[in-house]
């Protein structure tokens, strides 16, 4: 497991904002949001940068898709309803098979640290449902928006 300073490290420069206010849906009983929202809140920030960055149109015309391998989650404080959530998101590592994502959720107004992640996903081809290389084009825009 990483500990947060490695994390932080390896974050890059062409950071992605997200901003996601907590809901009443998002909280469990405990009146707090569920560990597993988190991970919605990650994934929805992902998709926010690929869809700026233009990166999930090449991905369709690819015939290719993405999916999650690894997630390195820390939690660090809990957030809850009402709570303005910023989650930054950047490419930290481009491999010809996989791409690791670094992703922190803060809380807006205060800046203080909610979670730490670290995501790894690879391409597929969406006929053979197989793993591959990702296209050319696609490493050049990867390496573009780092």
């Not at 290719?64 to 303005?84: E, L, P, Q, T």
């Not at 950047?90 to 959720?105: F, G």
Request: hydrophobic share 40%; aromatic share 10%.
């Amino acid at each position: 497991m990483q500990d947060s300073t490695q994390i932080t490290d390896r974050l890059s420069v062409q950071t992605h904002q997200t901003e996601i206010r907590v809901r009443g849906f998002h909280i469990d009983v405990y009146r707090h949001v569920n560990n597993a929202r988190y991970l919605e809140f990650l994934e929805e920030a992902r998709w926010h940068y690929f869809d700026e960055a233009g990166l999930t149109p090449m991905f369709t015309e690819a015939g290719c898709g993405m999916a999650v391998i690894n997630i390195n989650i820390s939690y660090r404080r809990s957030a809850s309803f009402g709570d303005d959530l910023l989650i930054s998101t950047a490419l930290s590592k481009i491999q010809p098979r996989k791409v690791e994502v670094n992703q922190t959720i803060t809380l807006k107004n205060t800046g203080q640290t909610v979670v730490q992640a670290v995501v790894t996903f690879m391409a597929f081809d969406q006929q053979s449902n197989k793993a591959i290389s990702f296209p050319a084009a696609i490493q050049e825009r990867f390496n573009a928006i780092r």
